[in-house]
């Protein structure tokens, strides 16, 4: 251990240092919500909240879990994570296996690559998008949330520059004892990409979660408001609260609330983030090299 530290050079000292200062300057804004949210109301009230709770309060949260809606839009939410996670984990690497190839292999292949670019830079619209929605009947309804987001563009060139960089002779081996293009997919190349697959993984679920604008643009039932868009209503307008709640929230402050639900809204992220995280550094830089 004393030999490492002697290999220390000042540089390696300063980027140590300089990582803790803004790892704990990432921490310090979510710990003092964390403490607002536990903290009495008076002190709430007075920003005199710090680093510790001021006068132990569990309130805020026995008030919000008591609430219907918060759990029924805590399952749409889920919900939303569970398919639209799905669905754009299995397009992500249908679209990305094919576009690895050379251009001599597969025909074609730059023109889906300039399609896929043009996406990201221009869209349609909002308009738009809601006529077609509307016109295919998913309004009210999940998909209305994930089939729009789908296909993942920027997850796509990710995990294609990714399998780009995987050795070919695993490919021209599997093709020689006759391998089908499916089985080397499945039994060579998603084993090998497991890095940006997390990494791509962490994007879409964390873009599902924290997502609430189209959930108030595509949902017309309040019920059917994913976690986000519910928080966005309450937290404007309260109108989601009906009179007994508000009689009871009538003797929290609204940085007791508002706090308690930040923390409940970023508590499954939060949890999953560790086991993906080991994956993240090495999926977002491999995925970037481009030859």
């Not at 292999?105 to 308009?127: D, E, H, K, P």
């Not at 508000?246 to 930040?262: C, E, F, G, P, W």
Request: with cysteine; aromatic share 12%.
């Amino acid at each position: 251990m004393n030999g490492r530290l002697n290999k220390l050079q000042p540089f390696d000292i300063f980027n140590y240092v300089g990582l803790a200062l803004i790892s704990l300057l990432c921490l310090l804004p979510i710990w003092h919500i964390a403490m607002v949210s536990l903290s009495g109301e008076g002190p709430a009230s007075k920003f005199s909240v710090g680093l510790l709770p001021i006068e132990f309060s569990m309130d805020s949260y026995k008030t919000i879990l008591q609430m219907g809606k918060f759990w029924d839009a805590f399952g749409m939410s889920s919900l939303r994570v569970l398919v639209g996670g799905l669905l754009n984990f299995l397009l992500t690497i249908m679209l990305a296996y094919p576009l690895s190839k050379e251009s001599s292999y597969f025909r074609g292949r730059n023109i889906y690559i300039w399609f896929l670019v043009f996406t990201m830079l221009f869209s349609g619209g909002l308009i738009p998008m809601y006529m077609i929605i509307n016109e295919l009947n998913l309004i009210n309804t999940i998909w209305a949330l994930v089939l729009p987001g789908a296909v993942p563009v920027f997850n796509v060139i990710l995990m294609v520059n990714f399998m780009r960089q995987l050795p070919k002779e695993l490919e021209e081996a599997a093709l020689v004892d006759g391998a089908s293009q499916y089985r080397i997919m499945t039994s060579i190349f998603i084993p090998l990409s497991m890095p940006v697959i997390a990494t791509v993984t962490l994007f879409s679920v964390v873009g599902h979660w924290n997502s609430w604008f189209d959930g108030l643009i595509f949902m017309n039932d309040t019920a059917n408001y994913p976690l986000q868009t519910y928080l966005h209503v309450v937290l404007a307008s309260r109108n989601l609260i009906n009179a007994d709640q508000q009689t009871v929230m009538a003797s929290l402050t609204n940085r007791n609330s508002i706090s308690a639900q930040i923390i409940l809204a970023s508590l499954p992220i939060l949890v999953v983030y560790p086991f993906l995280q080991r994956f993240f550094i090495h999926g977002i830089v491999m995925g970037s090299v481009k030859e």
